[in-house]
């Protein structure tokens, strides 16, 4: 389901320093060394043998599992100025990712053999760390017709989604879920009943009616995942939710899951940071489907992370060239880059004032998103695969216009201090990333 | 986005002001809002003399753009700026670069290339003047933007209510109407709470947006909640802005049954505005927009004097002379 250049090179042989190891799936947290043979975690303990090995000082630093971002936009084919496969995965080691998942709703859509192979080809030339593509429920994302899931399953698509729209037909979406079993890939959909978000700018709230802006109501999205959770619940199907934003949506997945409904789902950073608050400031890289909501939306979802009703972190990273964000709010496109600034934002906001613990971060950041989609988890063992990431969390660093890998800069953090950056990211047995 | 300080005297930093501008109400003080009244009503009284016309801003260079159509506040800032003696160039978005496809920042660095002392924007997306004032040295006066603010036309509100009762602390204003679309009725409702006004919002439920009491105003659905009121001010139902089948009122008869403002639901003495241009008929009755105690002349002329009040404290650091300037000699 991954495609890079990940076998073509012999794995890298390093050791890690005195670096506190936590991988809170192996129930590691220790002050430690881990040494990696041809790419292997071969040997974790105190006072290793270096064997010639390239030896990084991890004193002081975080070793956990490398993350997994189960949402990014690489605008291929089509918006090359925005992003590339090179680009985007540059992106992503520097941020700590060892993996990760493309989304199909790109110039043209990846609805067939065509554009799915020649992304797995350009992959595996270019892509930095291992990457996956998603295809399209339906062709075009046009919401009419299913794409040729088990087709494009058996070629290497990594799961099927119109993100960016939903799939507003209930019937339609019932043969999408009966069908895409059979595939053993994932469901990933974007709940937005569309007719109620029709012009929204912005959570509709307080802050709306003072802006002017049209409303984006919250109810937009739950009553979507009601309706989805209950298809699933039905067809006795899986599904992942994208992005969740509004309180009723965790509530209703929640029940469902205590159900016994096989269901998962994803939230970014920026909807676990932030509130509709911060539009006030009309910075066009406040905009974003879903957009920011209340304060009590929020911690709705950073109860659901908390307690895994929501078991992983997705950045969604959405690049979009500079002269497109430069117009007023209500003309700027929607969407966020994420992933060079992920592990921070949640570090600075969510950790530091002890709102969530480091250990679930960095499990909902790794884990839980390889298991939503069935990859391969991260693990710091002797015999698996390295796939690491070193973290400072002590460095403050500002997050400038000038410091991305990805093409584009419109980040919400811009200007910001942040704590919690990676320094070293190894993906698939191979040094990716090193600061 | 820098943070945009817009009058706020206080925030200043010693060293290079950040450049003022009025862009929003929720930028200004009650003493900012006091003192731009007082210059108004002073304005107002040098207006009454032979030669209307003062030195104030000679030299000053100040540009109108205008990206929807209206007549007086683009007439009302142009004369403002021409009583006060400043060089006014006024630009409309149709016939212009616009219409080849320019973007906003661009036409802003291109008029910003003339260094001029201010440029006042009307557009119909919110946020255009603060991208404006991002990307010139100018001062920036929002003349409208989209469903977001108007801050000259709730100042001058403010202004003909005061001159009305003498106050604007306890006198109830009933805002009715199509609160969702209206930009003057968001500034007026922030205005007048700032100043210490009782605001009501009077509509039907679809056009009241949800949380807009966090404004500091109270909300009713009755048009029975206007009897109360001291001040009747009645929005323009915005036809142009209801999308076909959105359905906020099943129709225009239903809501001007239900929410127009006739004369049978005018108490006698209570004064009724109107931001215009009305839809007679519909919104208000004409016997109510004829009655003497309608005040949505005086609007427009204060229009006039407020906006050179505006102008003027933008392009002045010193307190405001309590008497009117010098009238300009002509030769």
């Known amino acids: ?435 | 986005m820098g943070q945009i300080h817009v009058m706020r005297e206080g925030y200043l930093p010693p060293r290079e002001p950040p450049q003022r501008h009025l862009i929003s109400i929720g930028d200004l003080e009650r003493e900012d809002v006091e003192r731009l009244l007082s210059t108004a009503a002073s304005f107002s009284r040098s207006l009454e003399r032979e030669v209307k016309k003062l030195p104030t801003l000679r030299g000053r260079t100040i540009v109108n753009v205008f990206y929807e159509s209206s007549t007086r506040t683009s007439s009302s800032f142009e004369l403002a700026a021409k009583r006060l003696s400043a060089d006014t160039m006024s630009i409309k978005a149709a016939g212009s670069s616009v219409d080849k496809g320019e973007s906003l920042k661009d036409t802003a660095l291109t008029l910003g290339a003339y260094d001029p002392d201010v440029i006042v924007i009307r557009h119909p997306q919110i946020g255009a003047p603060h991208l404006v004032a991002r990307y010139t040295d100018a001062r920036v006066v929002n003349a409208g933007d989209g469903k977001h603010q108007h801050p000259t036309q709730a100042l001058l509100d403010l202004y003909t209510i005061r001159e009305e009762f003498g106050r604007i602390e306890g006198v109830h204003v009933a805002i009715v109407g199509d609160v969702l679309h209206s930009r003057v009725a968001r500034s007026n409702a922030q205005a007048l709470a700032l100043m210490g006004a009782k605001v009501t919002l009077v509509g039907p439920p679809p056009l009241i947006p949800r949380g807009i009491e966090a404004l500091g105003c109270e909300v009713s659905y009755d048009i029975g909640a206007i009897a109360d009121s001291d001040v009747i001010y009645v929005l323009r139902m915005q036809r142009e802005r209801m999308a076909e089948g959105a359905n906020y009122v099943p129709s225009l008869r239903e809501y001007t049954a239900r929410w127009g403002v006739t004369p049978e639901r005018v108490r006698p003495g209570q004064k009724v505005m109107h931001p215009g241009p009305m839809n007679r008929g519909v919104e208000i009755d004409p016997r109510v927009a004829d009655a003497a105690d309608a005040l949505i002349e005086t609007q427009v002329r204060a229009g006039l004097v407020v906006r050179m009040a505006v102008l003027y404290d933008l392009l002045t650091t010193g307190p405001v002379p309590v008497e009117a300037p010098e009238p300009l000699e002509v030769a």
Not at chain 1, 217 to 241: G, I, K, N, T
Not at chain 1, 280 to 309: F, H, Q
Request: glycine share 10%.
């Open chain 1, 1 to 435: 389901m991954l495609h890079g250049k990940a076998g073509q090179a012999p794995g890298d042989d390093l050791v890690v320093r005195g670096a506190r190891v936590l991988d809170a799936a192996e129930r590691l947290d220790a002050v430690l060394d881990v040494r990696v043979d041809n790419g292997v975690v071969s040997q974790l303990g105190e006072a290793l043998d270096a064997n010639g090995h390239r030896v990084i000082d991890g004193e002081g630093l975080v070793l956990a599992p490398a993350f997994v971002d189960p949402h990014v936009h690489l605008r291929v084919p089509g918006g090359e100025d925005e992003e590339t496969i090179a680009s985007g995965t540059a992106a992503a080691a520097a941020g700590g990712y060892c993996a990760i998942l493309a989304m199909p709703n790109t110039d043209p859509v990846v609805d067939s053999s065509s554009v799915l192979g020649s992304l797995i080809e350009d992959a595996r030339t270019e892509a930095a760390i291992p990457v996956g593509f998603l295809a399209a429920i339906t062709r075009g994302q046009e919401g009419s017709e299913l794409t040729e899931m088990v087709e494009l399953a058996e070629q290497g698509a990594a799961g099927f989604t119109d993100d960016g729209r939903p799939v507003v037909a209930p019937a339609l979406m019932r043969r999408a879920l009966q069908y895409h079993g059979i595939t053993g890939r994932r469901l990933a959909l974007h709940c937005e009943e569309p007719t109620l978000s029709k012009g929204g700018q912005m959570h509709e709230g307080a802050v709306s009616a003072e802006l002017g802006f049209t409303g984006y109501p919250s109810v937009a999205e739950s009553v979507m995942v009601e309706r989805d959770l209950s298809l699933a619940a039905y067809e006795e199907a899986q599904l992942h939710l994208l992005h969740l934003s509004a309180r009723e949506s965790v509530d209703a997945l929640r029940a469902a899951r205590a159900k016994g409904v096989a269901a998962t789902a994803e939230v970014t950073p920026h909807h676990l940071c932030l509130t509709d608050d911060a539009v006030r400031s009309l910075d066009s890289n406040l905009k974003m489907n879903p957009p920011l909501r209340s304060a009590a939306d929020r911690y709705a979802l950073i109860d659901g992370l908390k307690d895994g009703t929501i078991g992983s972190v997705a950045t969604d990273h959405a690049p979009h060239a500079r002269h497109e964000k430069e117009v007023p709010f209500e003309a700027a496109p929607f969407g966020v880059t994420g992933l060079e600034t992920a592990f921070a934002a949640l570090y600075t906001h969510l950790v530091e004032p002890g709102l969530v613990p480091l250990e679930t971060v960095l499990e909902r950041m790794s884990t839980g998103p390889a298991r939503a989609y069935g990859l391969d988890e991260p693990r710091i063992a002797v015999g698996a695969p390295a796939n690491l990431v070193l973290l400072d969390t002590q460095r403050a660093w500002r997050v400038e216009e000038d410091g991305f890998r990805s093409r584009s800069a419109n980040s919400w953090l811009l200007g910001q201090t942040l704590r919690g950056r990676p320094t070293l990211t190894v993906a698939a047995g191979n040094v990716a990333f090193q600061a």
